[in-house]
T-cell receptor, first 115, second 117 residues
Framework: AQKVTQAQTEISVVEKEDVTLDCVYETRDTTYYLFWYKQPPSGELVFLIRRNSFDEQNEISGRYSWNFQKSTSSFNFTITASQVVDSAVYFCALSVLRGDDKIIFGKGTRLHILP | DAMVIQNPRYQVTQFGKPVTLSCSQTLNHNVMYWYQQKSSQAPKLLFHYYDKDFNNEADTPDNFQSRRPNTSFCFLDIRSPGLGDAAMYLC????????????????FGPGTRLTVL
């Protein structure tokens, strides 16, 4: 069975601090995809990144970076120099190549950026 | 811009009064999903359509039904809403290129927040 664990339920940091959101996944499949979504207070789930299991290269997009480590089954997300607009709930998710067209979400981490 | 649209954004209904939520997409994606999300929880998949094939989740109550009359539109019908059905309902779409190949990214609409009085 597949599972995504986001152990941090809620995090608060002061603006301009760096913050890392943890994500640990479980799957027996060798081909899988990992995602991060952001859900601001408005409610829409905004896609941030997709990674497949064969690509362990870390990714940086502006202030966002992602660290994919297959050895520890982790796909952590770091925001550098956080801003108040980064306040949201962040979901890590997993899908596998089994044709059921579904993704499994973690429970989410609520991030508060304090001014 | 290609997008996923949900109407209405806010819906208020009375206990037991049927309600329909709509979703449309301009992405021409072949898979459409309906999720229910309650406060401080992850989205919970209710069902999805792979083209015209309907796939219901085992724990989705019979009270929830869906229709997909064409590629662009998908509806969520709640036949007799209860207080426990108050939630955010999210529609998402994705593209599966090969026959049951790897799922592409799911793109979400803004959601419909349902209140049941």
């Amino acid at each position: 069975a597949q599972k995504v664990t986001q152990a941090q339920t809620e995090i608060s940091v002061v603006e301009k601090e760096d913050v890392t959101l943890d994500c640990v996944y479980e799957t027996r499949d060798t081909t899988y995809y990992l995602f991060w979504y952001k859900q601001p207070p408005s409610g829409e789930l905004v896609f941030l990144i997709r990674r497949n299991s064969f690509d362990e290269q870390n990714e940086i997009s502006g202030r966002y970076s992602w660290n994919f480590q297959k050895s520890t089954s982790s796909f952590n997300f770091t925001i550098t120099a956080s801003q108040v607009v980064d306040s949201a709930v962040y979901f890590c998710a997993l899908s596998v190549l089994r044709g059921d067209d579904k993704i499994i979400f973690g429970k989410g981490t609520r991030l508060h950026i304090l001014p | 811009d290609a997008m996923v649209i949900q109407n209405p954004r806010y819906q208020v209904t009375q206990f037991g009064k049927p309600v329909t939520l709509s979703c449309s997409q301009t992405l021409n994606h072949n898979v459409m999903y309906w999720y229910q999300q309650k406060s401080s929880q992850a989205p919970k998949l209710l069902f999805h359509y792979y083209d015209k094939d309907f796939n219901n989740e085992a724990d989705t109550p019979d009270n929830f039904q869906s229709r997909r009359p064409n590629t662009s539109f998908c509806f969520l019908d709640i036949r007799s809403p209860g207080l426990g059905d108050a939630a955010m309902y999210l529609c998402a779409t994705s593209r599966v290129v090969l026959d049951r190949g790897p799922p592409d990214t799911q793109y979400f609409g803004p959601g419909t927040r349902l209140t049941v009085l």
